[in-house]
């Protein structure tokens, strides 16, 4: 049974570009999680979304950033004119439907590194 | 806001020696307390987790005790080996707030041979 896929691994993008990074999560499961790692410190929350729906997203800058969870294919964060500072790690996290504080498994994550 | 403090930030410890961490929380709903493991570059790696409803829990070296009177919780390894090394992260969420984790600020473990 495969993990919560993330792809890619590391993404470059110059100043003034867009980001995609993409998550499927695990089989059988409808609810995603994304976080951002800043270097050396803790996991941040982002955005929560089942299909088709962003639950909260009290953790998504206000501008340049978006989400989603279409009803087919993998979940898509977008950072739009990235910035040095959204250098990140970014990981994505699944759990089945029945997810109330059910343990969240991680993906690799995608390095963003912004020149 | 939601809040969880974590410490210390780094900790170094003997091969064979025990190792604490603790991490206090902010919210009174929080219910769910779950601890993850990174190594270096890699994903966050699920150790142990604890409910509100229990006040500790062990498996194998690891244990992870909670106090919430005092809105405390601590994670012990006893026995530590070098692969122990890694960073170390506390969390705690709400039950109606589904996967939405508050992470503390990690602690880097060393375990030296």
């Known amino acids: 049974n495969a993990g919560v896929m993330q792809n890619p691994r590391h993404l470059v993008r110059r100043r003034g570009q867009e980001a995609r990074l993409r998550c499927s999560p695990m089989?059988?499961?409808?609810?995603v999680y994304w976080y951002r790692q800043l270097p050396e410190e803790g996991l941040k929350f982002m955005v929560y979304?089942?299909?088709?729906?962003?639950?909260?997203e009290s953790g998504m800058p206000k501008e340049r950033f978006s989400a989603e969870f279409p009803k087919e294919g993998p979940s898509i964060l977008r950072i739009q004119q990235v910035v040095r500072g959204d250098s990140a790690a970014y990981f994505c996290a699944s759990s089945p439907q029945t997810g109330d504080n059910s343990p969240l498994h991680f993906g690799n994550g995608t390095r963003l590194t912004v020149t | 806001g939601e809040n969880v403090e974590q410490h210390p930030s780094t900790l170094s410890v003997q091969e064979g020696d025990s190792a604490v961490i603790k991490c206090t929380y902010s919210?009174?709903?929080?219910?769910?307390f779950p601890w993850y493991k990174q190594e270096l570059g890699k994903r966050p790696q699920l150790i142990i987790d604890?409910?509100?409803?229990?006040g500790e829990k062990k498996d194998q070296r690891i244990a992870v005790t909670l106090n919430k009177t005092a809105k405390h919780f601590s994670l012990h390894i006893t026995e530590t080996q070098p692969e122990d090394s890694a960073v170390y992260f506390c969390?705690?969420?709400?039950?109606?707030?589904?996967?939405?984790?508050?992470f503390g600020q990690g602690t880097e473990l060393s375990v030296k041979p």
């Open positions: 969390a705690a969420s709400r039950s109606n707030q589904g996967g939405k984790l508050i």
């Open positions: 089989k059988g499961h409808s609810h």
């Open positions: 604890i409910r509100s409803n229990v």
């Open positions: 979304l089942q299909k088709e729906n962003i639950i909260d």
């Open positions: 919210d009174s709903a929080s219910n769910y």
